[in-house]
Protein backbone atom coordinates (compact mmCIF):
# COMPACT_ATOMS: atom_id res chain seq x y z
CA UNK A 1 0.00 0.00 0.00
CA UNK A 2 1.19 3.69 -0.64
CA UNK A 3 1.79 5.28 2.49
CA UNK A 4 1.58 8.92 0.28
CA UNK A 5 -2.11 7.96 -0.04
CA UNK A 6 -2.42 6.73 3.32
CA UNK A 7 -0.72 9.89 4.45
CA UNK A 8 -3.50 11.90 1.91
CA UNK A 9 -6.74 9.42 2.98
CA UNK A 10 -5.30 10.53 7.22
CA UNK A 11 -4.98 14.06 6.37
CA UNK A 12 -8.43 14.02 5.29
CA UNK A 13 -9.57 12.34 7.98
CA UNK A 14 -8.51 14.74 10.41
CA UNK A 15 -9.92 17.83 8.46
CA UNK A 16 -13.15 15.95 8.58
CA UNK A 17 -13.10 15.67 12.23
CA UNK A 18 -11.44 19.22 13.11
CA UNK A 19 -14.57 20.42 11.38
CA UNK A 20 -17.07 17.84 13.00
CA UNK A 21 -14.93 19.52 16.37
CA UNK A 22 -15.78 23.26 15.22
CA UNK A 23 -20.01 22.58 14.41
CA UNK A 24 -19.08 22.56 10.98
CA UNK A 25 -21.27 20.19 8.97
CA UNK A 26 -19.31 17.22 7.82
CA UNK A 27 -20.19 16.51 3.89
CA UNK A 28 -23.10 14.95 3.04
CA UNK A 29 -21.09 11.98 0.96
CA UNK A 30 -19.43 11.06 3.82
CA UNK A 31 -22.54 10.22 5.91
CA UNK A 32 -25.05 8.77 3.82
CA UNK A 33 -23.09 7.49 0.68
CA UNK A 34 -20.64 5.56 2.34
CA UNK A 35 -21.85 1.68 3.22
CA UNK A 36 -21.19 1.24 6.90
CA UNK A 37 -21.31 -2.03 8.80
CA UNK A 38 -20.67 -3.69 12.50
CA UNK A 39 -19.39 -6.41 13.63
CA UNK A 40 -19.00 -8.38 16.87
CA UNK A 41 -17.04 -11.15 17.81
CA UNK A 42 -19.52 -13.52 20.70
CA UNK A 43 -17.07 -15.44 22.34
CA UNK A 44 -19.48 -18.39 23.85
CA UNK A 45 -21.56 -18.86 20.19
CA UNK A 46 -17.80 -19.43 18.39
CA UNK A 47 -19.23 -16.59 15.49
CA UNK A 48 -19.41 -12.99 14.14
CA UNK A 49 -22.83 -11.32 14.22
CA UNK A 50 -22.77 -8.64 11.20
CA UNK A 51 -24.81 -5.46 10.91
CA UNK A 52 -25.46 -2.68 8.04
CA UNK A 53 -25.77 0.47 9.88
CA UNK A 54 -27.98 3.04 9.03
CA UNK A 55 -26.46 6.21 8.33
CA UNK A 56 -29.30 8.62 9.07
CA UNK A 57 -30.38 6.96 12.57
CA UNK A 58 -27.64 4.22 13.70
CA UNK A 59 -29.45 1.66 13.53
CA UNK A 60 -28.68 -1.90 12.84
CA UNK A 61 -29.81 -4.86 10.66
CA UNK A 62 -28.41 -7.83 10.55
CA UNK A 63 -26.35 -8.31 7.25
CA UNK A 64 -27.57 -11.71 4.93
CA UNK A 65 -25.64 -14.94 6.26
CA UNK A 66 -25.28 -13.65 9.72
CA UNK A 67 -24.00 -15.01 12.54
CA UNK A 68 -20.56 -16.05 10.77
CA UNK A 69 -18.74 -19.05 11.73
CA UNK A 70 -15.54 -19.54 11.82
CA UNK A 71 -13.50 -18.63 15.24
CA UNK A 72 -12.42 -20.14 17.93
CA UNK A 73 -13.87 -18.01 21.08
CA UNK A 74 -13.70 -14.73 18.88
CA UNK A 75 -12.57 -11.60 21.24
CA UNK A 76 -11.74 -7.88 19.43
CA UNK A 77 -12.60 -7.55 16.48
CA UNK A 78 -11.55 -4.88 13.87
CA UNK A 79 -11.30 -3.81 10.07
CA UNK A 80 -8.62 -2.32 8.09
CA UNK A 81 -8.56 1.18 6.30
CA UNK A 82 -10.71 0.86 3.62
CA UNK A 83 -13.54 -1.90 5.15
CA UNK A 84 -11.86 -4.31 2.91
CA UNK A 85 -11.36 -7.00 5.68
CA UNK A 86 -12.56 -7.64 8.92
CA UNK A 87 -9.84 -9.78 11.45
CA UNK A 88 -10.59 -10.96 14.70
CA UNK A 89 -8.79 -11.85 17.50
CA UNK A 90 -9.08 -16.08 17.53
CA UNK A 91 -9.05 -16.25 21.62
CA UNK A 92 -10.17 -19.61 22.74
CA UNK A 93 -13.16 -20.68 24.43
CA UNK A 94 -13.52 -22.61 27.77
CA UNK A 95 -11.25 -25.90 27.61
CA UNK A 96 -10.67 -24.73 23.48
CA UNK A 97 -7.63 -23.01 23.30
CA UNK A 98 -7.37 -20.34 20.41
CA UNK A 99 -4.54 -18.91 18.70
CA UNK A 100 -3.77 -16.52 15.78
CA UNK A 101 -6.27 -14.26 13.68
CA UNK A 102 -9.33 -15.07 11.88
CA UNK A 103 -9.49 -13.17 8.78
CA UNK A 104 -12.15 -12.51 6.52
CA UNK A 105 -13.39 -10.41 3.50
CA UNK A 106 -16.22 -7.97 3.51
CA UNK A 107 -18.86 -7.52 0.53
CA UNK A 108 -18.84 -3.91 0.19
CA UNK A 109 -22.67 -3.91 -1.17
CA UNK A 110 -23.90 -6.49 1.42
CA UNK A 111 -21.55 -6.79 4.64
CA UNK A 112 -21.58 -10.45 4.26
CA UNK A 113 -18.15 -12.04 5.33
CA UNK A 114 -16.09 -14.55 3.68
CA UNK A 115 -13.45 -16.45 5.67
CA UNK A 116 -10.36 -15.29 3.97
CA UNK A 117 -8.59 -19.05 2.61
CA UNK A 118 -5.66 -19.34 5.26
CA UNK A 119 -7.31 -18.17 8.57
CA UNK A 120 -6.62 -18.92 10.98
CA UNK A 121 -3.22 -17.17 10.74
CA UNK A 122 -1.19 -18.61 12.93
CA UNK A 123 0.18 -16.49 15.81
CA UNK A 124 0.21 -16.49 20.13
CA UNK A 125 -1.80 -18.40 21.93
CA UNK A 126 -4.78 -16.71 23.94
CA UNK A 127 -5.24 -13.56 22.15
CA UNK A 128 -7.31 -10.60 23.98
CA UNK A 129 -7.08 -7.28 22.31
CA UNK A 130 -6.48 -7.17 18.61
CA UNK A 131 -5.78 -4.05 16.33
CA UNK A 132 -4.98 -3.02 12.81
CA UNK A 133 -2.69 0.16 12.48
CA UNK A 134 -4.02 3.34 10.89
CA UNK A 135 -2.10 3.23 7.62
CA UNK A 136 -4.31 -0.61 7.09
CA UNK A 137 -0.55 -2.18 6.66
CA UNK A 138 -0.50 -4.17 10.03
CA UNK A 139 -2.29 -5.82 12.40
CA UNK A 140 -1.24 -6.87 15.80
CA UNK A 141 -2.75 -8.92 18.54
CA UNK A 142 -1.80 -9.09 22.53
CA UNK A 143 -1.42 -12.74 23.78
CA UNK A 144 -2.18 -13.21 26.48
CA UNK A 145 -0.94 -16.89 27.63
CA UNK A 146 1.83 -16.47 25.35
CA UNK A 147 2.85 -12.72 27.56
CA UNK A 148 4.10 -11.28 23.77
CA UNK A 149 2.80 -9.21 21.25
CA UNK A 150 1.81 -11.22 17.41
CA UNK A 151 2.45 -8.28 14.67
CA UNK A 152 1.48 -9.14 10.76
CA UNK A 153 1.82 -7.33 7.47
CA UNK A 154 -1.50 -7.18 5.86
CA UNK A 155 -1.83 -8.21 1.86
CA UNK A 156 -3.85 -5.29 0.03
CA UNK A 157 -4.71 -7.15 -2.67
CA UNK A 158 -6.17 -10.43 -0.58
CA UNK A 159 -6.45 -9.57 3.20
CA UNK A 160 -3.73 -12.39 3.55
CA UNK A 161 -1.61 -11.96 6.92
CA UNK A 162 1.93 -13.06 6.98
CA UNK A 163 4.43 -12.11 10.11
CA UNK A 164 6.33 -8.96 10.50
CA UNK A 165 10.22 -9.33 11.05
CA UNK A 166 10.87 -10.66 14.51
CA UNK A 167 6.84 -11.54 15.54
CA UNK A 168 6.27 -12.36 18.44
CA UNK A 169 7.65 -9.36 20.40
CA UNK A 170 8.35 -10.42 24.37
CA UNK A 171 5.97 -8.07 27.06
CA UNK A 172 8.31 -7.57 30.00
CA UNK A 173 7.08 -7.35 33.57
CA UNK A 174 7.99 -5.11 36.31
CA UNK A 175 6.55 -7.82 38.95
CA UNK A 176 9.07 -10.15 40.01
CA UNK A 177 5.98 -11.95 41.41
CA UNK A 178 3.54 -11.87 38.50
CA UNK A 179 3.81 -12.92 35.02
CA UNK A 180 2.07 -10.47 32.15
CA UNK A 181 -1.20 -11.09 31.33
CA UNK A 182 -1.58 -8.34 27.78
CA UNK A 183 -5.24 -7.69 27.44
CA UNK A 184 -5.89 -4.33 25.33
CA UNK A 185 -3.80 -2.98 22.24
CA UNK A 186 -4.00 0.16 20.53
CA UNK A 187 -1.81 2.09 18.45
CA UNK A 188 -1.47 6.17 18.27
CA UNK A 189 -3.18 7.80 15.41
CA UNK A 190 0.09 8.54 13.28
CA UNK A 191 0.95 4.51 13.49
CA UNK A 192 4.20 5.56 15.19
CA UNK A 193 3.55 3.89 18.97
CA UNK A 194 1.45 0.80 20.47
CA UNK A 195 0.56 0.06 23.39
CA UNK A 196 -0.72 -2.79 25.37
CA UNK A 197 -2.61 -3.04 29.34
CA UNK A 198 -1.32 -5.78 31.10
CA UNK A 199 -4.26 -7.05 33.28
CA UNK A 200 -2.41 -9.42 35.83
CA UNK A 201 0.59 -7.14 36.63
CA UNK A 202 -0.99 -3.53 36.23
CA UNK A 203 1.34 -2.06 33.78
CA UNK A 204 1.23 -0.26 30.39
CA UNK A 205 4.13 -1.74 28.02
CA UNK A 206 4.92 0.64 24.78
CA UNK A 207 6.94 -0.21 21.66
CA UNK A 208 7.73 1.78 18.39
CA UNK A 209 6.46 0.26 15.40
CA UNK A 210 9.27 0.63 12.25
CA UNK A 211 6.77 2.09 9.78
CA UNK A 212 8.69 -0.08 6.62
CA UNK A 213 8.00 -3.35 8.63
CA UNK A 214 5.85 -3.15 11.60
CA UNK A 215 8.55 -4.86 13.85
CA UNK A 216 8.29 -3.44 17.45
CA UNK A 217 10.91 -2.47 19.81
CA UNK A 218 9.92 -1.58 23.66
CA UNK A 219 10.04 2.16 24.23
CA UNK A 220 12.98 3.07 26.57
CA UNK A 221 10.95 3.02 30.47
CA UNK A 222 8.33 0.36 29.17
CA UNK A 223 6.35 -0.58 31.28
CA UNK A 224 4.84 2.45 32.45
CA UNK A 225 2.50 2.63 35.54
CA UNK A 226 1.10 5.99 37.35
CA UNK A 227 1.63 4.10 40.47
CA UNK A 228 4.05 4.69 43.11
CA UNK A 229 5.04 0.68 43.99
CA UNK A 230 3.64 -2.05 41.09
CA UNK A 231 0.24 -2.85 41.98
CA UNK A 232 -1.46 -5.77 40.36
CA UNK A 233 -5.13 -5.11 41.73
CA UNK A 234 -5.48 -2.26 39.39
CA UNK A 235 -6.28 -4.44 36.91
CA UNK A 236 -6.03 -2.12 33.67
CA UNK A 237 -8.34 -3.04 30.62
CA UNK A 238 -9.11 -1.34 27.90
CA UNK A 239 -6.49 1.46 26.23
CA UNK A 240 -7.43 4.22 23.58
CA UNK A 241 -5.17 7.09 22.54
CA UNK A 242 -6.47 10.79 21.88
CA UNK A 243 -7.16 11.96 18.27
CA UNK A 244 -4.49 14.18 19.01
CA UNK A 245 -2.03 11.78 19.73
CA UNK A 246 -0.95 13.91 23.07
CA UNK A 247 -2.95 11.20 25.55
CA UNK A 248 -3.31 7.79 26.53
CA UNK A 249 -6.24 7.03 28.52
CA UNK A 250 -6.77 3.24 30.12
CA UNK A 251 -9.75 2.11 32.49
CA UNK A 252 -8.96 0.05 35.68
CA UNK A 253 -11.17 -2.44 35.79
CA UNK A 254 -9.89 -3.58 39.99
CA UNK A 255 -9.76 -0.35 41.24
CA UNK A 256 -12.65 1.82 39.18
CA UNK A 257 -10.37 4.59 38.15
CA UNK A 258 -9.25 5.82 34.76
CA UNK A 259 -5.35 6.02 34.17
CA UNK A 260 -4.30 9.21 31.87
CA UNK A 261 -0.73 9.50 30.50
CA UNK A 262 0.75 12.44 27.98
CA UNK A 263 2.55 10.98 25.39
CA UNK A 264 6.47 12.29 24.42
CA UNK A 265 5.60 12.47 20.65
CA UNK A 266 9.18 11.67 19.98
CA UNK A 267 10.22 8.64 22.10
CA UNK A 268 6.47 7.01 23.25
CA UNK A 269 7.34 7.46 26.43
CA UNK A 270 4.44 7.73 28.85
CA UNK A 271 4.01 10.01 31.74
CA UNK A 272 1.12 10.17 34.38
CA UNK A 273 -0.49 13.32 34.42
CA UNK A 274 -1.26 15.35 37.47
CA UNK A 275 -3.93 13.04 39.52
CA UNK A 276 -3.89 10.29 37.54
CA UNK A 277 -5.32 7.73 38.44
CA UNK A 278 -8.97 9.62 38.31
CA UNK A 279 -11.82 7.80 39.98
CA UNK A 280 -15.34 6.79 38.39
CA UNK A 281 -17.74 8.51 40.85
CA UNK A 282 -20.19 5.53 42.16
CA UNK A 283 -23.84 6.55 40.75
CA UNK A 284 -25.04 4.47 43.45
CA UNK A 285 -24.64 1.54 45.75
CA UNK A 286 -22.39 -0.35 43.00
CA UNK A 287 -18.76 -0.67 42.18
CA UNK A 288 -17.83 0.72 38.29
CA UNK A 289 -15.11 -2.05 37.36
CA UNK A 290 -14.82 -0.41 34.12
CA UNK A 291 -13.62 -2.23 30.98
CA UNK A 292 -14.21 -0.57 27.36
CA UNK A 293 -13.98 3.06 26.60
CA UNK A 294 -13.86 4.99 23.64
CA UNK A 295 -12.83 9.01 22.29
CA UNK A 296 -14.85 10.17 19.23
CA UNK A 297 -12.93 11.53 16.21
CA UNK A 298 -13.35 14.94 18.03
CA UNK A 299 -11.38 14.46 21.25
CA UNK A 300 -13.87 15.83 23.67
CA UNK A 301 -15.37 13.07 24.58
CA UNK A 302 -14.28 9.87 26.60
CA UNK A 303 -17.17 6.82 27.27
CA UNK A 304 -16.61 4.53 29.57
CA UNK A 305 -18.60 1.35 29.56
CA UNK A 306 -19.20 0.35 33.47
CA UNK A 307 -19.69 -3.70 33.67
CA UNK A 308 -20.17 -3.62 37.50
CA UNK A 309 -22.93 -0.93 37.45
CA UNK A 310 -24.66 -1.60 34.09
CA UNK A 311 -24.07 2.16 32.52
CA UNK A 312 -21.43 4.14 30.04
CA UNK A 313 -19.34 6.66 32.22
CA UNK A 314 -18.74 9.85 30.09
CA UNK A 315 -16.19 12.47 30.73
CA UNK A 316 -15.09 16.11 29.05
CA UNK A 317 -11.40 15.93 27.93
CA UNK A 318 -9.46 18.58 28.95
CA UNK A 319 -7.59 19.50 25.38
CA UNK A 320 -4.51 20.61 27.47
CA UNK A 321 -4.51 18.25 30.82
CA UNK A 322 -6.10 15.64 29.48
CA UNK A 323 -7.94 15.39 32.97
CA UNK A 324 -11.02 13.84 32.54
CA UNK A 325 -14.08 15.31 34.11
CA UNK A 326 -17.39 13.77 34.52
CA UNK A 327 -20.50 15.32 32.25
CA UNK A 328 -23.99 16.15 33.74
CA UNK A 329 -26.31 13.41 33.75
CA UNK A 330 -23.61 10.91 33.60
CA UNK A 331 -23.83 7.85 34.04
CA UNK A 332 -26.45 6.56 31.73
CA UNK A 333 -27.85 3.10 32.35
CA UNK A 334 -28.48 0.26 29.92
CA UNK A 335 -31.98 -0.19 30.10
CA UNK A 336 -32.89 -3.91 30.82
CA UNK A 337 -36.12 -3.64 32.28
CA UNK A 338 -38.22 -5.30 29.53
CA UNK A 339 -35.61 -8.54 29.52
CA UNK A 340 -34.54 -11.53 31.76
CA UNK A 341 -30.99 -10.26 32.22
CA UNK A 342 -28.43 -7.98 33.26
CA UNK A 343 -26.67 -5.99 31.46
CA UNK A 344 -22.90 -6.23 31.60
CA UNK A 345 -20.88 -3.74 29.17
CA UNK A 346 -17.90 -4.97 28.26
CA UNK A 347 -16.56 -2.86 25.27
CA UNK A 348 -17.82 0.19 23.58
CA UNK A 349 -17.36 2.05 19.77
CA UNK A 350 -17.68 5.03 18.28
CA UNK A 351 -17.82 5.11 14.54
CA UNK A 352 -15.66 6.88 12.53
CA UNK A 353 -18.19 10.28 11.98
CA UNK A 354 -18.67 10.16 15.63
CA UNK A 355 -22.33 10.23 15.85
CA UNK A 356 -22.88 6.71 17.18
CA UNK A 357 -21.72 4.57 20.31
CA UNK A 358 -22.23 1.01 20.06
CA UNK A 359 -21.81 -1.39 23.32
CA UNK A 360 -21.22 -5.04 23.25
CA UNK A 361 -23.47 -6.00 26.40
CA UNK A 362 -22.23 -10.19 26.94
CA UNK A 363 -24.49 -10.58 29.90
CA UNK A 364 -27.34 -9.58 27.79
CA UNK A 365 -26.58 -10.78 24.09
CA UNK A 366 -27.07 -7.42 22.96
CA UNK A 367 -25.17 -4.33 21.30
CA UNK A 368 -27.15 -1.80 22.93
CA UNK A 369 -27.10 1.71 20.33
CA UNK A 370 -26.69 5.65 20.76
CA UNK A 371 -26.51 8.75 18.94
CA UNK A 372 -23.82 11.19 20.23
CA UNK A 373 -24.87 14.74 21.00
CA UNK A 374 -21.51 16.81 19.73
CA UNK A 375 -22.07 19.63 21.48
CA UNK A 376 -22.56 18.26 24.92
CA UNK A 377 -21.66 14.65 24.55
CA UNK A 378 -25.22 13.24 26.07
CA UNK A 379 -26.48 9.65 24.68
CA UNK A 380 -29.85 9.09 23.58
CA UNK A 381 -30.86 5.34 22.66
CA UNK A 382 -31.28 4.69 18.72
CA UNK A 383 -34.96 3.74 18.09
CA UNK A 384 -34.95 -0.22 18.21
CA UNK A 385 -32.15 -0.65 20.02
CA UNK A 386 -30.63 -2.85 21.41
CA UNK A 387 -29.75 -5.09 18.88
CA UNK A 388 -29.44 -8.85 18.66
CA UNK A 389 -26.14 -10.46 19.31
CA UNK A 390 -24.60 -14.25 19.97
CA UNK A 391 -23.41 -15.32 23.80
CA UNK A 392 -21.43 -13.41 25.30
CA UNK A 393 -20.14 -10.49 22.57
CA UNK A 394 -16.62 -9.36 23.29
CA UNK A 395 -16.39 -5.97 20.90
CA UNK A 396 -17.89 -3.94 18.55
CA UNK A 397 -15.74 -3.33 15.17
CA UNK A 398 -17.15 -0.23 12.74
CA UNK A 399 -16.29 -0.94 8.96
CA UNK A 400 -16.78 1.74 6.35
CA UNK A 401 -16.50 0.61 2.26
CA UNK A 402 -13.78 3.55 0.86
Same mark, same amino acid.
Given at each position: ?????????????????????? +????????????????????? =????? %?GYAVDNSSGALTAVPGSPFTGPTGPRQTAAELFGKY???????????? *?? +???????????GALTAISGSPFPGGSGPRGLVVDPSGEYVYTANRND???????? @???? +???????? =???? &??? @???????????????????????? !???????????????? *???????????? !????????????? &???????????????????????????? %???????????????????????????? &??????????????? #? #?? %?????????????? &???????? !????????????? !????????????????????? +??????????????????????????????????
Open positions: MNRNWVNVLAASAMLAAAAYAA +GCCIPQTVVSDVPAYAYVGNQ =SSNTV %SLYVANGGSGEVA *GS +GVYAYSIASATNNVSGYVV @SASS +GVLTPVPG =SPFA &IMS @SSSEQAPGPQKITVDPAGKFLYVT !DHLTGDIAGFTINSST *GALTAISGSPFS !DQETPDIDIQPYA &IVVAPSGKFVYVTNHGTSTISVYSVNST %SGALTPVSGSPFSIPPPSECDAQPYGAA &IGPSGQFLYVADYGC #S #SI %SIFFLNSLTGVPTQ &IANSPVFI !DTDDLDCEAEPND !DTIDSTGRFLYVADQGCGLVT +GYSIDPTTGALTEIAGSPFTAGNQPYGVAISRIN
